[in-house]
């Protein structure tokens, strides 16, 4: 039997392993590739085990790991585990940033946003979890600024403090583009006045009325507005009289439709769709058209 111990040249390794010559030599001038042996003429040699440390080394770079992580897992200074490991960490928390400037940039071309608007979007989408809890806080500290959260009625000051929005450490594109919409719609203005009014309603006792039964509001407004009919109609007053009933005297009717608008409002109602979206809540279904087409009827046939 022979003792004969096969080496090869960096040619033939090349050969064999397909990663050039170029490559071979240059992890063997750093250390990673230490040749077995030298001809008598200087030319590196390596054994057959070689050609497994090539294949090795070019399955770890081609996974993104740098040179000195290859050299220490060479050198069984770490697992390839523990490198796995941390690529993984190292990988996920690429992808949340790739998707949160994914979901920025899909807005901006959506919206054909201006570089203003986009700086913004992109700031907003940047920011920690606690920066972004801090923006509704003022929000909601500004809006229901001394209104007692045990005032009679206060329901819409105390649900938007015990609601906080929160988006996650690894957000959807909606969640992004709902935090977006949501930052946008707190610094409005006009927003928070229409807020505050509800907030001051409700705490000085000007509770929701009670009835109508809201699921008699979504079946027979909810198809009134699906079909288009005129509030002011004779059909109208008919799906009226399915809700709140034909006995209903005219100042009640005015009542309870005043009532009903200071707790409507398309964009408030946005504010919780929103705030779900960002919990993982599922989709909430909007109620305020339905409530709209009744408080239009209430007022039409008084």
């Known amino acids: 039997m022979s003792d004969h111990i096969e080496m090869l040249t960096i040619g033939d390794l090349a050969r064999r392993t397909g990663v050039s010559v170029r490559t071979i030599r ?9 040749p077995a042996g030298r001809t008598a003429g200087g030319f590196r040699l390596y054994d057959a085990g070689a050609a497994a440390r090539v294949d090795l080394v070019r399955t770890l770079r081609e996974l993104g790991l740098d040179l000195e992580t290859v050299r220490r897992v060479l ?3 770490v697992t390839v585990r523990d490198v796995a490991r941390a690529h993984v960490r190292a990988l996920d928390a690429e992808i949340r940033t790739l998707r949160v400037r994914r979901a920025v940039l899909d807005r901006v071309a959506r919206r054909d946003s201006t570089t203003e608007e986009m700086t913004m979007m992109h700031d907003l989408a940047r920011m920690s979890a ?21 005032a009679p009625g206060a329901h819409l000051a105390h649900a938007m403090r015990t609601m906080p ?45 009670d009835g109508p039964d809201p699921a008699k509001v979504a079946e027979h407004a909810g ?27 005219a100042a009640e009717r005015a ?21 779900g979206v960002l919990n993982g809540r599922p989709p909430i279904p909007s109620q305020v058209p339905a409530f709209a087409w009744l408080i239009a009827a209430l007022r039409a046939h008084g």
Not at 142 to 150: C, L, R, V
Not at 194 to 209: F, K, L, N, S
Not at 239 to 248: M, N, T
């Open 165 to 209: 929005a929160h988006l996650p450490a690894d957000p959807t594109p909606e969640q992004v583009e709902a935090w977006v919409e949501l930052a946008e719609l707190v610094g409005d203005a006009a927003f928070r006045k229409r807020v505050r009014e509800m907030a001051v309603a409700g705490a000085q006792g000007e509770q929701q009325p």
């Open 75 to 77: 050198d069984r200074q």
């Open 255 to 275: 009542r309870l439709a005043d009532k009903l608008a200071t707790f409507t409002d398309q964009r408030v109602e946005r504010y919780w769709q929103l705030l």
């Open 130 to 150: 606690d920066e972004r809890q801090r923006i509704i806080d003022g929000f909601v500290h500004e809006t229901f600024d001394g209104i007692a959260p045990e």
């Open 26 to 34: 240059f992890w063997s001038d750093i250390g990673i590739l230490a």
């Open 223 to 249: 198809r009134a507005v699906r079909e288009h009919v005129v509030p002011e109609s004779a059909a109208g007053e008919e799906i009226l009289h399915r809700i709140v009933g034909p006995g209903l005297p």
